[in-house]
Structures are given as structure tokens and as C-alpha cells.
């Protein structure tokens, strides 16, 4: 997974079968402009379609594409990457070619190199040729390996351990809850369960038996209101202790993160409750609120989401738990707290949090998605 920043607002993120052009706002979700994968159409958003006289489907087919073309424009003195296009498509808007990316800079050889890593990404991702006007340009090397926090990791309410494995050494992921989870919740119920009881049988007592009630002391007018006033609080219980139940009922106890056929599955028991292709997924979102004013790094609030390609968001966990301490060994504390407010893309070396390193595991595991990191101060 590589991710190169084009301009301000915008960079690219791409592997070995999948190219990406996003946009970037400051404390706004990051939005996929365009997506090439091996082995499916290439995809792109409404405004892209109509800045560029595109189909307005948003996608256009593998066989109706030519070739990736990096050339150097004088009249914009800038590289411009672009894509060729079948006669039929080209025909409908008179031109058969269409940028992507323009890049522009004082010196040229810097977005060259750029632009063209760029350039070869692409075509390798669509699987077709790639073409320059410059000559000289090198394939790119292959990327070092991706350094990972090493399994299992501890989430507060949850734990990401490796699950079954192939011969080719990929496997599963498994992000299960821990039991006490459940044990909170049960305890919550008898708790509620224990004053209802209370407040009901006390009701029940006053309203069917001669019992003197309070003639002062109360902040109600009528002191007959008073075993009333039981009843609904025991009503009230009863729907603590009923959500409670639902909440069991509903929510996963585990997630499993297939990396070869790119899903991910929520399961309850042996009942799978969703599952998500990673065909639909644009990235792997994940938040924390981080204590400002703390003197160790503190995270209150947690979360893991996935950023659908509709613009909505599947969450996959969530820790409201307090973490003190909450860095991974060998990071330093002082740096971290200089670490900006806002939405930033997340690379595999600079996670610091066990809940970050689980995102980066998660992401890979579904094709090497790319990360992005909402951090907020509280």
C-alpha cells in the first residue's frame, strides 16, 4: 500500500490491483474520486464524469480502455497522466483521450518521477500498457515490506487476533469481544432487576393495604400520587432491562476478516448478522478522542469504521473504555501530543495505538485499503 499526495486536497493510494484518487477537506471524510481495480470497470464520482464529458454511469468498462499516457504539456507546463479511450467512447465526446492528474511544479524532474510511479500504478492496477513521452523511465521498485504490530492486540472491549491461515501464509483475522462485555450487561439487568422488584412491591404494598404515606418531606403536591409514580419508575426499569436484552441479542460477539474473499462478517454465536464486500468499501476509518490535557496519553472515546463506497460508514467497533498509557511500546509520548487534530491519512509505520495498528491490520486484510485517522481532542 503507497499513498503519494498530488496536490493539497487530493493523493493517491494504490497496490499491486487496486489505484485510487481521493479527495481530502480538513475535518471532512475523505472522498474517492476515481477507483481502478484489476479485474472490474473503472469507477469514478458524478463531478469527475461531467469535468471530463465521461459517461454519466460513472464507469467504463475494461475492454473500452486504451492506455495510461504520461506526457508534458508546454502550453500548461505541467505532466499530464491520462488514460485512452475505446472509438466508440471517444466518438460520443470527440477525443479519445482524458486526464486524471495534471501535476505541476518550478522543477519538472520532480513531478516527472512522480507522475510517472503514478503512471505505472495505474496501468498495472487496469492490467494495460502504460506509455510516455519521455523515454528512460524506470519501472518502479518493488515496495519494502509493510511493518506490522504483531498479534493479538488488546482494544479495550475487544481483541484482533489471527484466525486460520493458508499455506501461502495469509489468513484470517478474527476481532472478537471479550466476555466481560456480556458480563457487564448482565450485571446491569440484575441491578435493574433488584429495584424493580423494589419499586414494584412497595407499589403494589401501598395501593393494596392501609400503609401511611408521607404528609411532608416530598416534592410532589398529592403524597397519593406517590406509589403512581413506583409504578412507572418500575416501567422504566423494565425497559432498561429489555433494551439490555436486545442489545445481546443484536450485537456481533465476533468479526471475521476473510483476505481471500476480501469480506468481512459479523457473527453472533453461529448466526452471521452482515457481511461486507471489500468491492464496496472506499477505506478503513478509525477515530479516537484523545484527553488533551492529560499527562499520559489518555484515549476516552475509540472507534473502527469502514467507509462505504456510498458515503456511509459500517461500524465495526466500538470502545468507550478509558485507556491510560495508551501508546504502543516505543513511541514517544511527547511527540504524540503534537500530533494535529483532524482527519490524516494513516500509514502502517506511524500507527501509535493499538486501535490504530487493528485498523492497519483490518485494512490490509481486505486488499490493502487505505487508512485514515480522525483524531479529536477533548
Same mark, same amino acid.
Given at each position: 500500500?503507497?499513498?503519494?499526495?498530488?496536490?493539497?486536497?487530493?493523493?493517491?493510494?494504490?497496490?499491486?490491483?487496486?489505484?485510487?484518487?481521493?479527495?481530502?477537506?480538513?475535518?471532512?471524510?475523505?472522498?474517492?474520486?476515481?477507483?481502478?481495480?484489476?479485474?472490474?470497470?473503472?469507477?469514478?464520482?458524478?463531478?469527475?464524469?461531467?469535468?471530463?464529458?465521461?459517461?454519466?454511469?460513472?464507469?467504463?468498462?475494461?475492454?473500452?480502455?486504451?492506455?495510461?499516457?504520461?506526457?508534458?504539456?508546454?502550453?500548461?507546463?505541467?505532466?499530464?497522466?491520462?488514460?485512452?479511450?475505446?472509438?466508440?467512447?471517444?466518438?460520443?465526446?470527440?477525443?479519445?483521450?482524458?486526464?486524471?492528474?495534471?501535476f505541476t511544479h518550478?522543477?519538472?524532474?520532480?513531478?516527472?518521477?512522480?507522475?510517472?510511479? &503514478? #503512471?505505472?500504478?495505474? *496501468?498495472?492496477? +487496469?492490467?494495460?500498457?502504460? =506509455?510516455?513521452?519521455?523515454?528512460? $523511465?524506470?519501472? !518502479? %521498485?518493488?515496495?519494502?515490506?509493510?511493518?506490522?504490530?504483531?498479534?493479538?492486540?488488546?482494544?479495550?472491549?475487544?481483541?484482533?487476533?489471527?484466525?486460520?491461515?493458508?499455506?501461502?501464509?495469509?489468513?484470517?483475522?478474527?476481532?472478537?469481544?471479550?466476555?466481560?462485555?456480556?458480563?457487564?450487561?448482565?450485571?446491569?439487568?440484575?441491578?435493574?432487576?433488584?429495584?424493580?422488584?423494589?419499586?414494584?412491591?412497595?407499589?403494589?404494598?401501598?395501593?393494596?393495604?392501609?400503609?401511611?404515606?408521607?404528609?411532608?418531606?416530598?416534592?410532589?403536591?398529592?403524597?397519593?400520587?406517590?406509589?403512581? &409514580? #413506583?409504578?412507572?419508575? *418500575?416501567?422504566? +426499569?423494565?425497559?432498561?432491562? =429489555?433494551?439490555?436484552?436486545?442489545? $445481546?441479542?443484536? !450485537? %456481533?460477539?465476533?468479526?471475521?476478516?476473510?483476505?481471500?474473499?476480501?469480506?468481512?462478517?459479523?457473527?453472533?454465536?453461529?448466526?452471521?448478522?452482515?457481511?461486507?464486500?471489500?468491492?464496496?468499501?472506499?477505506?478503513?476509518?478509525?477515530?479516537?478522542?484523545?484527553?488533551?490535557?492529560?499527562?499520559?496519553?489518555?484515549?476516552?472515546?475509540?472507534?473502527?469504521?469502514?467507509?462505504?463506497?456510498?458515503?456511509?460508514?459500517?461500524?465495526?467497533?466500538?470502545?468507550?473504555?478509558?485507556?491510560?498509557?495508551?501508546?504502543?511500546?516505543?513511541?514517544?509520548?511527547?511527540?504524540?501530543?503534537?500530533?494535529?487534530?483532524?482527519?490524516? *491519512?494513516?500509514?502502517?509505520?506511524?500507527?501509535?495505538?493499538?486501535?490504530?495498528?487493528?485498523?492497519?491490520?483490518?485494512?490490509?486484510g481486505l486488499g490493502?485499503?487505505?487508512?485514515?485517522?480522525?483524531?479529536?481532542l477533548r
Amino acid at each position: 500500500m503507497t499513498r503519494i499526495a498530488v496536490s493539497e486536497n487530493a493523493l493517491v493510494d494504490y497496490s499491486s490491483e487496486r489505484w485510487r484518487l481521493i479527495k481530502v477537506e480538513d475535518r471532512a471524510a475523505p472522498k474517492l474520486v476515481l477507483e481502478a481495480k484489476r479485474d472490474a470497470p473503472l469507477r469514478f464520482d458524478a463531478y469527475f464524469a461531467a469535468s471530463r464529458d465521461l459517461p454519466e454511469s460513472g464507469e467504463i468498462l475494461r475492454a473500452d480502455l486504451g492506455q495510461v499516457v504520461l506526457g508534458w504539456s508546454n502550453e500548461s507546463e505541467s505532466w499530464q497522466l491520462g488514460l485512452t479511450l475505446s472509438p466508440e467512447i471517444s466518438l460520443a465526446r470527440s477525443s479519445r483521450w482524458f486526464e486524471i492528474l495534471r501535476f505541476t511544479h518550478p522543477d519538472p524532474a520532480i513531478h516527472e518521477e512522480k507522475a510517472s510511479r &503514478l #503512471g505505472q500504478a495505474l *496501468a498495472q492496477a +487496469l492490467d494495460i500498457p502504460f =506509455a510516455s513521452t519521455e523515454a528512460g $523511465i524506470q519501472a !518502479e %521498485p518493488e515496495p519494502e515490506p509493510i511493518p506490522l504490530v504483531d498479534l493479538p492486540l488488546h482494544l479495550g472491549m475487544w481483541r484482533l487476533q489471527p484466525g486460520d491461515e493458508r499455506s501461502d501464509g495469509e489468513g484470517e483475522l478474527r476481532l472478537l469481544r471479550e466476555t466481560r462485555w456480556l458480563h457487564v450487561r448482565l450485571r446491569q439487568i440484575a441491578w435493574h432487576g433488584l429495584w424493580l422488584l423494589i419499586y414494584l412491591g412497595v407499589s403494589i404494598a401501598t395501593l393494596t393495604h392501609e400503609l401511611g404515606l408521607p404528609i411532608a418531606g416530598t416534592l410532589i403536591p398529592n403524597p397519593a400520587w406517590l406509589p403512581w &409514580l #413506583g409504578l412507572v419508575v *418500575a416501567a422504566l +426499569l423494565a425497559l432498561a432491562i =429489555a433494551r439490555q436484552i436486545v442489545i $445481546i441479542l443484536r !450485537e %456481533p460477539d465476533a468479526l471475521l476478516i476473510n483476505p481471500w474473499e476480501r469480506t468481512v462478517g459479523a457473527w453472533r454465536g453461529s448466526k452471521q448478522l452482515w457481511k461486507v464486500k471489500a468491492g464496496s468499501v472506499q477505506s478503513v476509518y478509525v477515530s479516537e478522542v484523545v484527553k488533551k490535557r492529560a499527562r499520559r496519553p489518555t484515549i476516552v472515546h475509540g472507534e473502527i469504521n469502514l467507509h462505504l463506497l456510498d458515503g456511509s460508514f459500517r461500524s465495526l467497533l466500538i470502545d468507550r473504555e478509558k485507556i491510560l498509557d495508551a501508546l504502543l511500546p516505543g513511541n514517544d509520548p511527547a511527540a504524540e501530543k503534537k500530533r494535529p487534530e483532524g482527519v490524516l *491519512a494513516l500509514e502502517p509505520a506511524e500507527a501509535t495505538t493499538a486501535l490504530q495498528a487493528a485498523a492497519i491490520h483490518i485494512a490490509l486484510g481486505l486488499g490493502e485499503l487505505p487508512v485514515w485517522y480522525d483524531r479529536r481532542l477533548r
